[in-house]
């Protein structure tokens, strides 16, 4: 009885200890990779970095009107984002190549997932980001213009379109990944449209007056006295 | 038209037949047969008193034939293809390319003095056409700019932004940098015509290129008002269309600006005349509600632009009534070197850059209005020499920053 238990048990420590000798190449395969990755991301990310403050890369990217990006930057710099994001993807490769190194059907089969679904990600992060960028962009220069033409829903404007442009990115963005589906596209339509109409009701109301004394003088010939214009020249 | 080489055979013909000239006078806003009868009048009057009777050619658009023998003697006509710019300053490259234009056929002719006569040349006096034109050949003068008659309300933008900016910067006391008509001599036109200058030539760069060339400058008593305009759609517009041009040229000239330590007053030829009374009120409110419309929407982006302090100065002037409204010279010399500077930094698009200027920009105007709205010519021109005296006294401040743009600026 006691010998049966224990040759049971060696049975069992022989499987579990054969078990951890077949996986540990693979981890040490893990480990290796990660580590050659994060070597190969530090080096790519320090030429990278250098490079893009040879070319003077923020400076370029705010005179392209892309400001905003630094606003989604460490440090408020885009170099810094771009440098940490190519290293973290060269580091998240090396991951997936030690994973593959399990040589387990299944593991692969992530891996190849992983890699096939890789560039939806990076499309659909772009196209935020770009969005926003955009957003905002669009936004103050509808908030200037919107000041100059003494416009007292100015801002309101402003962030409308600012919203419009950003849930048509995050749409966008999401289809991309192929999150939602058919909900996605009806949520942008209901919301978009929400936006539109919020926009117009805003619009509408705020110069109802306007639009009612234009009709009365339309409707009864009637000219009201104007407003004297401004003895100003400027040029 | 920038290429002499484009010219149709019967007009390089004429050019040579003509031979070489001593004056050329270029006068792009004629439009009617009329219009250019009187100005070959007024030229051939102008040119009389100038030097022993010089061999002269008028210029004139195309489109404005005159009759035959109107011109006859010392004055020739040459029909040429310029750009009719029916009002001054033409927005965009139409007037860069006119005035190029008129620079190669005169130099082209080899003419010692080349006059352009931007406004209507039907309201200048032969004496004040020949004013223009009397520094250049008698004195050696490479540029003569125009005064005009100075009415409170008349080119604001130029009072405010580009006189005590062009005088702080470049040390030259012009009461009118930017005009429609000038004086130039053969050394300037060189200079316009030379492939360095390729980027055009706009009126508001002539003094600056000659400051800093260093050119000749003299200014020239017009006795006319301010020429009308062709109005911008509104004021952002007009904003954007001077001091977008002025702060490029504050970037292509750092180099010369930043020697420059105090200012000095230009060679003025003739008298100035006394400017009519003007009457009326002015309402400054609207412009004063502009200001704080911007002020409530904008500070973000002035944040940008602005340092803290300005902000703080800001915010206190929105404060105050509409009859105790200014705002301090200093303070806006100030904020118009910030502007440049974001400008040159590209601190975001540079058209958001001078659309959010505007609504500084009316609280000047406003300020001005308020001050001046009572006060006699002298007081204006007074106000005009603190404004042009800040600027100077600001201009350290500028080339600080300039130098060191990341510098802590509280």
């Known amino acids: 009885m006691w010998e049966q238990a224990q040759q049971a048990l060696n049975q069992s420590s022989d499987r579990v200890v054969a078990g951890l000798a077949n996986l540990l190449p693979g981890l040490v395969a893990l480990v290796v990779a990660l580590a050659l990755s994060s070597v190969a991301a530090w080096v790519l990310a320090f030429l990278l970095r250098r490079f893009l403050r040879g070319i003077r890369f923020d400076e370029r990217l705010e005179g392209w009107g892309l400001s905003g990006l630094a606003d989604w930057s460490p440090n408020k710099s885009p170099s810094i984002l771009v440098t940490r994001t190519v290293s973290w993807l060269v580091v998240l490769i090396g991951f997936l190549i030690g994973i593959a190194a399990f040589n387990a059907s299944i593991t692969s089969e992530i891996a190849m997932r992983l890699f096939r679904y890789l560039p939806n990600v990076v499309a659909a992060v772009t196209l935020f980001l770009l969005g926003n960028v955009f957003a905002r962009f669009l936004a103050r220069g509808v908030l200037i213009s919107a000041v100059n033409h003494n416009l007292q829903y100015a801002r309101l404007l402003s962030l409308g379109v600012k919203w419009l442009v950003l849930v048509l990115a995050a749409a966008m963005a999401l289809e991309h990944l192929g999150i939602g589906g058919r909900i996605v596209e009806l949520a942008f339509g209901i919301l978009f449209g929400g936006i539109v109409l919020a926009l117009a009701l805003a619009v509408g109301l705020g110069s109802k007056d306007l639009v009612s004394r234009s009709l009365e003088r339309q409707a009864d010939k009637v000219t009201a006295p104007e407003e004297a214009p401004e003895p100003f020249r400027h040029i | ?410």
């Open chain 2, 1 to 410: 038209m920038a290429d002499l080489e484009a010219l149709s055979p019967e007009l390089k013909d004429r050019l040579a037949q003509l031979g070489q000239v001593e004056i050329v006078v270029a006068v792009p806003g004629v439009a009617t047969r009329e219009a250019l009868r009187d100005t070959v009048a007024r030229v051939r009057s102008a040119l009389n008193g100038v030097g022993a009777g010089p061999k002269a050619v008028l210029v004139h658009p195309d489109g404005a034939m005159a009759d035959a023998g109107s011109a006859n003697g010392q004055l020739a006509l040459l029909p040429f293809p310029i750009t009719p710019v029916d009002r001054f300053p033409a927005p965009g490259e139409s007037l860069s390319e006119a005035y190029r234009t008129v620079f190669l056929a005169s130099n082209r002719l080899g003419a010692r003095a080349c006059v352009v006569v931007g406004s209507d040349p039907t309201t200048l006096a032969p004496e004040a056409l020949q004013r223009l034109v009397r520094p250049v050949v008698e004195q050696d003068f490479d540029l003569v700019t125009p005064c005009y008659l100075r009415r409170r309300f008349d080119a604001l933008l130029s009072s405010a932004v580009i006189a005590p900016l062009s005088r702080a910067l470049y040390g030259k006391r012009l009461r009118f940098p930017v005009g429609a008509d000038f004086g130039f001599s053969a050394r300037l036109v060189d200079r316009q015509l030379q492939p360095t200058t390729e980027r055009g030539a706009m009126p508001i760069w002539f003094a600056s290129d000659a400051a800093c060339g260093g050119f000749k400058i003299g200014q020239a008593q017009l006795g006319v008002p301010v020429p009308v305009q062709k109005d911008p759609p509104d004021i952002s517009a007009a904003v954007a269309q001077l001091l977008g041009p002025l702060f490029l040229d504050l970037e292509r000239n750092a180099a010369c600006w930043q020697k420059v330590r105090a200012s000095q007053p230009v060679p003025t030829f003739g008298m100035a005349a006394a400017v009519p009374e003007e009457a009326g009120a002015v309402d400054v409110s609207r412009m004063i509600e502009a200001f704080r419309l911007g002020y409530r929407n904008l500070q973000d982006v002035w944040g940008v632009v602005l340092p803290p302090a300005t902000l703080v100065e800001l915010k206190r002037l929105t404060q105050l009534a509409p009859e105790t409204f200014r705002l301090a010279d200093d303070l806006w010399a100030r904020i118009v070197y910030d502007f440049a500077l974001a400008f040159r930094l590209r601190v975001m698009s540079r058209d958001h850059v001078l659309g959010a200027m505007t609504p500084l920009y009316r609280a000047w105007v406003a300020s001005y209005a308020a001050e001046v709205r009572t006060a006699a010519a002298a007081a204006v021109e007074q106000r005009h020499e603190r404004l042009g005296a800040a600027f100077e006294a600001q201009k350290p401040y500028f080339v600080s920053r300039w130098r060191w743009p990341d510098r802590f600026n509280p």
